[in-house]
């Protein structure tokens, strides 16, 4: 008669054996993944945080497998426009398949730069770590407040634009384009006074060029659209219509608030007229606030430094609509 120890220790044998031969049909049951080709596109904006940024990964003709999610291997807390963004892009198996890829020329990227790949959770997962384009190369389109005016006298003029190195120009007149190709400029502002050639209406289209790589292109933005009459086109061809318009911004220290422009260049001991309102800067060129004697008139420049006129000042003196004390 069998023993109860020798009846057990069998059917733990037979359980083992049964175990070890369902390993081998289970893994014949998979299919292998032996390629993958994805394509990567990513918008990595310089002076942003990271984790800001915009990835989205395609995997191109293929249902074995999908895309998870991807991790910023680059250190820090913002981007630069040194860095060189490294990403680790993370695949998943679909049900009944594994990653059997053993070289790294299985894997195909467009996009991106391939480093190294690793499989892992029993080969359902595989993690492709690699490199995007320096972002010395990154070039941003214009938003909306970062329009292109087209000026009275003959100027286009737009705020610069990151990683721009230079802008493409193309000028229509009457709906056509002047000439076939785009004309370039280092400059956030292009003189159209060679192709106002007669009276019409005009208008430009910019583009931003990346300074490291001249294929990388922002999109086309269009400018307002401005008729010129022929006593117009005459001035702007002659020079005679007036200069570019210059555009800056407010910087202060610990002295009070300046208005650089674009030229380095700020106004002392004078009026000048910013974003439709008239400020005054003294000898040294701060901003002003107060009254203000000038020419034997009185003004009043309110806390923000803008001039007030047509109202009422807090100490109760009525100004007249060029900023002046009404006289009864």
């Given at each position: 008669m069998m023993s109860k120890k020798k009846i057990i220790g069998m059917f733990t044998i037979?359980?083992?054996?049964?175990?070890?031969?369902?390993?081998?049909?289970?893994?014949?049951s998979k299919k292998k993944?032996?390629?993958?080709?994805?394509?990567?596109?990513?918008?990595?904006?310089?002076?942003?945080?990271?984790?800001?940024?915009?990835?989205?990964?395609?995997?191109?003709d293929s249902s074995k497998y999908y895309y998870d999610t991807y991790e910023v291997n680059n250190t820090g807390r913002g981007w630069s426009a040194d860095d060189v963004p490294e990403l680790a892009i993370y695949l998943r198996a679909e049900d009944g398949y594994y990653f059997t890829l053993t070289k790294l020329s299985d894997v195909k990227i467009d996009g991106a730069t391939?480093?190294?790949?690793?499989?892992?959770?029993?080969?359902e997962t595989l993690k492709l770590v690699v490199k995007l384009p320096s972002l010395s190369e990154y070039v941003a389109d214009f938003n909306e407040e970062e329009t292109v005016e087209l000026t009275n006298n003959g100027f286009a003029v737009w705020s610069p634009i990151a990683g721009a190195g230079s802008y493409e120009v193309m000028v229509y007149r009457d709906g056509n384009a002047v000439g076939v190709t785009a004309r370039t400029t280092t400059e956030p502002n292009y003189n159209i006074k060679n192709e106002v050639t007669r009276a019409a209406s005009y208008q430009v289209k910019v583009r931003p060029v990346n300074g490291e790589n001249t294929s990388n292109k922002g999109k086309w933005v269009e400018s307002n659209v401005v008729s010129y009459s022929a006593d117009q086109v005459k001035a702007i061809r002659a020079g005679e219509a007036g200069g570019?318009?210059?555009?800056g911004e407010w910087k202060s220290d610990t002295t009070g608030w300046w208005y650089q422009h674009s030229d380095g260049t700020y106004t002392k001991n004078a009026w000048e007229e910013i974003d439709g309102k008239w400020y005054i800067f003294d000898e040294n060129g701060y901003m002003r606030t107060g009254w203000v004697d000038w020419n034997g008139e009185a003004y009043y420049c309110d806390n923000s430094g803008a001039m007030l006129k047509n109202t009422t000042t807090p100490d109760g003196y009525i100004l007249d609509y060029d900023g002046r004390i009404k006289r009864n």
């Open positions: 037979a359980a083992l054996m049964a175990g070890l031969m369902a390993m081998p049909v289970m893994a014949a993944i032996k390629s993958v080709n994805i394509k990567v596109e990513a918008t990595i904006t310089p002076d942003t945080r990271m984790g800001s940024e915009d990835v989205d990964v395609e995997v191109k391939l480093v190294k790949a690793s499989k892992q959770d029993s080969s570019l318009p210059v555009s």
